[in-house]
């Protein structure tokens, strides 16, 4: 996944039409983006922090589904949860990770802020990829066609899951806010 990269950690915005961010250009050379639903909750959600805290955060999701070069359907999930400050979004990603770590998942680094994992949606081979960015965690869910081998789909999985990261990052971005300090 070396198309991925990090980032300067930002600020970013919930929306409810998160969707909306993947319509401008395909999510991969060749794939073409086909029905989707937005899944966003105004409402805020509490998360068990460190030490008993409790921050905040609020979640938008986009699931579609994908148009291959060879017409075959794909499927694809995008979930952002958007934290208060950036600190409470670091502890989330990190504990995702001990536990995919701790439950032999095998997450492969991407790098320092974002790793991939393999996945399986009834049969369907696929990757997922968790990223951490500023108040961001992003996570990003790929499967390939019944009857596909993860093999064969690797390569287009991970394009998918870099384009559709970099482009949820971005339209969740608030350009105008000051850049939050990174977090060690």
């Known amino acids: 996944m070396t198309e991925l990269r990090v980032r300067v950690p930002g600020v970013h915005s919930w929306t409810d039409k998160p969707c909306g961010i993947l319509t401008a250009a395909p999510p991969a050379e ?7 639903t937005d899944s966003a909750s105004p409402e805020g959600r509490e998360d068990i922090g460190e030490d008993g805290a409790r921050p905040r955060y609020r979640q938008t999701g986009c699931l579609a589904d994908l148009k291959g ?3 075959a359907f794909w499927k694809l999930s995008a979930t952002a949860s958007v934290y208060e400050d950036p600190e409470p979004a670091h502890h989330a990603y990190r504990v995702k990770e001990d536990l995919d770590r701790a439950h032999g998942r095998g997450p492969e680094k991407v790098h320092d802020t974002a790793y991939a994992l393999s996945a399986d949606d009834g049969g369907r081979p696929g990757r997922t990829l968790l990223l951490w960015n500023g108040d961001l965690v992003l996570t990003v869910s790929a499967y390939a066609p019944h009857g596909s081998t993860e093999h064969e789909a690797r390569e287009d999985l991970e394009r998918i899951l870099g384009n559709v990261a970099r482009r949820m990052e ?5 350009h105008d806010a000051p850049s939050p300090s990174p977090t060690p």
């Open 30 to 36: 060749g794939f073409s983006l086909g029905s989707t």
């Open 69 to 71: 070069p060879d017409g």
């Open 170 to 174: 971005d339209g969740l971005r608030d």
